[in-house]
């Protein structure tokens, strides 16, 4: 037998002969080996993945057809179980927590946001890389777990799902929250309303606050506005901050006829009702006793009150329903999304308009309305304390907890709503594609047979339709007959007047946020009994911005209304005006546009329009044919 060659090590290594150990030489020699270092979660998932790569790439061949992708998948899955271990401190290569997968996507679509499609194809490596786990048997979780894993990748991961940054509460002493919450100047001027509300004030049938007070009222909350009538123009709810640079010059003070008006009153009321700390009957509205002891009680006592109010009141703010119905979801989102990553770092105002899913080359007028919505809410937080920084957007350390209370509820609102809207809105604007829906009309027994004519004031060329309907129809169906007739969305406010728009008696939805002291339930009164007598006419107003006046007329009546195909349109002329494009004007200047090659914005608007290369706007054209398809729904 040959002898083993010696190691050839270096000196300074080599033992000393002297003082040698009275221990067995093996043993001596298991000391003299250093000891292999433990491997980290980390080295184990790679070896593991790297131990049944082939396996893998046989299978995904065989899946996908697709041999040259199997790496590929697989390094992106190498990714996620990196990520995953990095947030569990365990090897995860075969069982991967679905908490774990769903905060990793949300990392995935914040890092490649100024990609689009990069985090869906990591979601897609990554689902199909559980899938081969289940297929192999290598997941060594439950059943439970693959499910509730395997369920976090399939969801349809867009700008409402993706996951939100963890909301960051510092810890505060009781004291430390008084006097956080005391210098906010939303509480601030949620005292001097409180005070002067007083021992109750007088409130109409929905609950707000009276005609004659809405002055004073608002300027308790720092709002200057001028108190008008019904025959007042209409105006969109105010942002509520605004302040003349000279509160002496009268002409720059907007009159409201609405508390709703008034945007930051609104929402105040709305969350002191929340939050218990006013109580209302049919005719009066009182502070609780919660109220007093937000005024005048110890400090546990205005800490729980404050911090229940600030809550409501970031609530009603996220969820504000005087945004355009199909955004708000989104404006929700967005202001979300900005309030939990500000309680932890600064988020930059003029980066807003980044943190919209689509590229900014992508981005439609609709994105911009949701950026705008969003900042004008976030302006407003900042204004009342709820928020700090002069180019970014903080969370005040005492608010961080009351933000943390409505994520739940705020995200659970967008993707409920967002779920009901239908985008299909949103693809032809164009009128004709009315989605009102109602169940019928009331024709009663020896009703008459009215003829009406239905006319939008101010269009060139004029825009009417005649239409014959039984004089028992209740004004909320006829609301609908016209919704369909002039092919409206039903997306907007709308009302029913006597004597001239907003004028008169008025009639309206019975809505509690929007009926005013003397309004009428619109679905309680037929129009036989509105134009009864010498009464021949009717307005309806719908889009109290763009402010749609329609006129209505009655024509003629005919004494036998048992026919069954009421309501008909028997004549019209003009094409109905888009939605939401500026009211009478603003459609007539679209129209130019859109079939003037040379105006500056006649792209922008055919584009908006969604017109085809050849297709132009004929003003003039109607199909009554069509008008009668919808209007058959309520017969």
Known sequence: MSKRPKANRPKANRPKTKNKSSKPKQQRHLQAVPSTPKPTAEERDKHLIDSFAPDFIEW??????????????????????????????????????????????????????????AAEAFVDSWHTYVHY??????????????????????EDWDEHDVPLPNVDVPELSQSEEAIGFSQLELIHRTNRLLEWLGTGQQVTQTGALRRKDIEAAAACVGVRVKAGNKSSPALEPLPGLEQTDDESD?????????????????????????AGLISMTSTTVKPTAQAEQWLYGGVPEQVNQYRDFVTSFLLQTAVADDVFEPLRPAVASLMLMVL??????????????????APEEERDMFNTLIVG????????????????????YTVTPVVAQCVGAIVDTVRDFALAADDDFDDEFFDDPFAGSSSYTLDGITNAPGAEVWQLKIGLRGSKPPIWRRILVPSSIRLNELHGVIQLSFGWMDA??????????????????????????????????????????TARKLIYVYDFGDDWIHEIQLEDTKPDAARKDLPICTAGRGAAPVEDSG?????????????DASHEEHRDIREWLGLAPSETIDPKALDVDEINFRLSTLQ
Request: with cysteine; hydrophobic share 40%; charged share 20%.
């Open 60 to 117: 995904f061949s065989l899946e996908t057809n697709d041999p040259d992708g199997a790496m590929l998948c697989l390094n992106m899955a190498q990714i996620l179980v990196e990520m995953c271990s990095e947030l569990t401190n365990e090897a995860t290569a075969t069982s991967l927590p679905a908490w774990a997968v769903e905060e990793a996507i949300g990392s995935a679509y914040s890092a490649t946001a100024d990609e689009p499609g």
């Open 133 to 154: 786990l289940q297929d192999s048997g290598r997941w060594t979780g439950s059943d439970e777990e693959f499910a509730e894993t395997h369920s976090v990748l399939s």
């Open 250 to 274: 009268e002409s720059t003070v907007p009159t409201v006829r609405s508390m709703h008006d008034v945007l930051l009153l609104s929402t105040i009321w709305a969350a002191l009702n929340a």
């Open 340 to 357: 939990t990553a500000g309680t932890s770092e600064p988020v930059e105002r003029s980066r807003l308009d980044d943190l919209m899913p």
């Open 373 to 392: 919505f969003a900042t004008d809410r976030l302006e407003q937080l900042s204004e009342l304390g709820l928020l700090t920084g002069k180019d970014h």
């Open 492 to 533: 907007h406010m709308h009302l029913f007047s006597t004597d001239g728009p907003y004028r008169g008696t008025v009639y309206r939805p019975a809505h509690p946020e929007f009926m005013e002291e003397g309004d009428v339930d619109e679905s309680a009164v037929s129009l036989g009994e509105v134009l009864s007598g």
């Open 583 to 595: 009211g009478i004007q603003g459609w007539m200047d679209k129209v130019e546009a859109a079939n």
